[in-house]
C-alpha cells in the first residue's frame, strides 16, 4: 500500500487510469448512497407544493363565496329598488294622498289571504282604507293598530271588489277564490260582452275603492246551452304574493 502512495505520488500518471477505472466503478454506489437524500428532497419539493396548492384553492374557493354572496345581496338591492321606483311612479300617478308601507308579515291561517304593514292609526290609517302596489289594486285594510294594519287581499274568499270591464264599462263583482292567482266573476249573463284578455278596473260603486284602479285581467270565459250565467275567471294584476311595498290610499279631503 505505502510503494502505491509513492507511485502515486512520484508518478501520478502511472495510477491515473487505474484511479479513474476505480472512480467509475464506485460511482453507481455514491448514487445509491445520495438516493435517499435525494428521494426526499424531491418528495419535499412537490408534497409542499401539493399541500399549497390545495390551501391556494380552498383560499379561493372561499373568496368565490363570499363574491358570490355579495352578487346575489346586490341583485336583491337592485331589485328591491326597481320595486320601489315603480311604487314611487305609481304615487305620483296617485290623485289621492297615500302613506307607503312595508309587509312585516303574513296571517298563519292558510284559508285566509291578509298580510300586515308597518303602519298603524299612528300613521292616519283607518279600517276600509284601500291598498295598491306598483301594478294593480291589492286589498283593503281589515284591522288597525297602533302602528300596524292587517290588509285583506282581494283573492281572500271573504273579499269582494266591485269592477267594470275597461273595455265596454259592464259592471260585476270580481270575488276572491282562496287563490292568490285568481279570482272569479259571478252572476254575468250570458250575453255579457266579456273576452279573455279584458281589463277589470274598479269601478267606485259601494264607495269603498276608487274608481279606475287597475284589478285583474280575464283568463278564462266559459258559458254554453243551458248555463244561467258565465263562468269569468280573472288573474289579479297586483303582485300579491310578491309585493313588497305598497301603497295605502287616503281620500282627498284626510
Not at 72 to 98: C, D, H, I, P, Y
Not at 192 to 221: C, H, M, N, Q, W
Amino acid at each position: 500500500m505505502f510503494g502505491l502512495i509513492l507511485v502515486d505520488h512520484h508518478y501520478p500518471s502511472v495510477l491515473k487510469p487505474i484511479k479513474a477505472a476505480l472512480f467509475s466503478a464506485a460511482s453507481p454506489f455514491y448514487k445509491l448512497s445520495n438516493t435517499p437524500r435525494d428521494v426526499e428532497a424531491w418528495g419535499e419539493a412537490h408534497l409542499l407544493s401539493r399541500a399549497d396548492l390545495i390551501e391556494r384553492n380552498r383560499a379561493l374557493e372561499t373568496e368565490a363565496l363570499i363574491l358570490q354572496r355579495k352578487l346575489q345581496r346586490m341583485a336583491a338591492l337592485t331589485a328591491e329598488n326597481g320595486r320601489l321606483r315603480a311604487l314611487l311612479n305609481s304615487a305620483k300617478r296617485v290623485e289621492q294622498r297615500v302613506t307607503i308601507s312595508e309587509l312585516i308579515g303574513v296571517e298563519p291561517d292558510s284559508r285566509s289571504h291578509i298580510v300586515i304593514v308597518n303602519r298603524g292609526e299612528n300613521d292616519g290609517v283607518h279600517v276600509g282604507q284601500s291598498v295598491i302596489d306598483a301594478s294593480g289594486m291589492m286589498g283593503q285594510v281589515v284591522v288597525v293598530g297602533y302602528n300596524t294594519a292587517k290588509v285583506m287581499l282581494i283573492t281572500d274568499q271573504r273579499h269582494a271588489i266591485p269592477v267594470q270591464i275597461n273595455r265596454t264599462g259592464v259592471r260585476a263583482i270580481a270575488e276572491g277564490t282562496g287563490d292568490i292567482n285568481r279570482l272569479r266573476l259571478r252572476h254575468l249573463s250570458p250575453t255579457t260582452d266579456i273576452r279573455k284578455g279584458d281589463l277589470l278596473v274598479s269601478s267606485g260603486l259601494g264607495g269603498r275603492f276608487p274608481v279606475g284602479y287597475p284589478v285583474a285581467e280575464v283568463i278564462d270565459v266559459e258559458g254554453g246551452p243551458g248555463m244561467t250565467f258565465l263562468e269569468v275567471q280573472a288573474k289579479p294584476l297586483a303582485r300579491l304574493s310578491q309585493s313588497r311595498y305598497m301603497l295605502l290610499l287616503r281620500d282627498v279631503d284626510e
